[in-house]
């Protein structure tokens, strides 16, 4: 009776796994991409159909980071970073609230341009109103060009975008003959802009680190004149750092100076 059993629940889950393998079988990947794109606008018909949604997902991968890059954030979480090195406070504020007001700053500053990357790409695009996917790319990568553009002109960056030309072998002798539009695209524009926006965030990390670098060289002055050379300068000096911060409101100040930094883009770049 045992024996029994056993040969008839080994024949059980060989039918099972039979089952399962035929269905492994029938199920066909391509098959699959292709149910997924008739549901997305644009992507109707045939194996390019599934082509289309393999590249979009890969974009999809990668475009966080390039989006991040292509903003402000990068001038934010910088001199947010740089400000608490300068501060002394070693982990506070903590990583994820100086990421997080990044983000929110960047939201704030960015505002009228993610507003209109929406109104003129995606949002007809994701309502159905437009079907082509390139039209709806063209019309949301407009306002964020604008954008870095304005940045690289307000900070006298454009050497940068002279010098990533001048590696993709594109005559820069004659800078004055250039143009934004026709000899300017994404692949040189967002480096450039990225480069910008490291220099510009060092600048003004070198003028907030400089009140407190005043503050540590004076306590250290004071405890070598008064022999007590064993008190290490920072422990004295954190708390009058942190007094002169709030008392002039630095994060606010700090904050402000951010936003203000951000120009708005004039448009017809």
Known sequence: MMLAATLAQAATE????????AALDTLNPIAVLEDASKNVPGFEGGLS???NIIILLTVLSVAPAILILCTSFTRMVIVLGLLRQALGTQTLPPSQVVVGLSVLLTAVAMGGTFERMWNEGLGPYARGEQKDQLVAWSGAKTPLREFMIAQIEATGNTPTVLMILEHRGVDTSEPERLSWET??????LVPSFVLSELKTAFLIGFRIYLPFLVIDMVVSSLLVSMGMMMLPPVLVSLPFKLLLFVLVDGW???A???LTGVMAPMGGS
Do not use: E, Q, W
């Open 14 to 21: 060989v039918h099972a796994a039979a089952n399962t393998a």
């Open 183 to 188: 000899d300017v695209d994404m692949l040189t």
């Open 49 to 51: 159909s599934a082509l």
């Open 256 to 258: 402000g100076g951010l």
């Open 252 to 254: 606010t100040l700090v």
